[in-house]
């Protein structure tokens, strides 16, 4: 157990619908990293906030956004779902931000997108 | 165009046996590399990191190396057990505009068979 938690861990929604993903990051860490794998594409990098700013940006769509709270927690939006969606997105945290990469990042159990 | 490249893409060893799996990157500027693994329907979990001096790490049976003038890098597996079976995954982060962002590899999928 990496100590990072997410919810929920499925989601079977329909094209053209809004969702939201939930992260909450290790107890003390400050950055939260998203990240999307799909069968064809492996994983990517979403986006990295910390401490409640946006921090990184990788290749996250318009369609998506994301936010980290004041208690840390963070959330990923999906709009307008399409069907290529459907992946396994993850969350992952560590205890730094952007000038230490070299931190190790744990990541959640992940949650399981499923657009029809 | 940043990439990762990693070989091979699927291997199946006999338990016991050794392995070692490729990675092959194109990214720059170079921050550090990690070598993750995989269960299937889990999350990553971190098994080495080097940063651009390093030339080997080790973890356990597990053991990466690091060569930044051909930018290859390859991980090597000892005595590989039933649970080592798993998506092995490298990932470079590159420095961009203030921030790091982490490429990913597609992975090699290895089997280990009793």
């Known amino acids: 157990d990496s100590g990072v938690t997410q919810t929920p861990k499925h989601l079977i929604t329909a094209t053209g619908q809004r969702v939201t993903l939930r992260c909450s990051p290790r107890s003390g860490d400050l950055s939260v990293y998203w990240y999307q794998q799909s069968l064809d594409q492996g994983l990517q990098f979403l986006i990295q906030?910390?401490?409640?700013?946006?921090?990184a940006k990788g290749n996250i769509l318009e369609r998506f956004s994301a936010q980290q709270f004041p208690d840390l927690h963070s959330e990923l939006n999906l709009s307008s779902l399409e069907l290529g969606d459907s992946a396994l997105y993850f969350c992952?945290?560590?205890?730094?931000?952007?000038?230490?990469?070299?931190?190790?990042?744990?990541f959640g159990p992940g949650t399981r997108l499923t657009v029809l | 165009k940043n990439q990762v490249e990693q070989s091979p893409q699927s291997l199946i060893i006999l338990e016991g046996k050794n392995c070692t799996l490729q990675?092959?990157?194109?990214?720059?500027?170079?921050?550090?590399l990690r070598w993750y693994k995989q269960d299937t329907g889990r999350g990553p979990v971190s098994l080495t990191i080097m940063t651009f001096s390093e030339n080997t790490k080790s973890n356990g049976r597990y053991t990466a190396t690091l060569d930044a003038d051909t930018k290859q890098s390859s991980l090597h597996i000892t005595a590989s057990q039933l649970s080592d079976s798993a998506s092995y995954i490298c990932?470079?982060?590159?420095?961009?505009?203030?921030?790091?962002?982490?490429?990913f590899g597609r992975g090699t999928s290895l089997i280990v068979h009793p």
């Open positions: 990932v470079v982060a590159v420095r961009g505009g203030g921030s790091y962002i982490p490429t």
């Open positions: 992952a945290s560590s205890p730094g931000g952007a000038g230490s990469s070299y931190n190790e990042q744990f």
């Open positions: 990675c092959n990157y194109t990214v720059s500027p170079f921050s550090n």
């Open positions: 906030y910390y401490n409640g700013e946006e921090r």
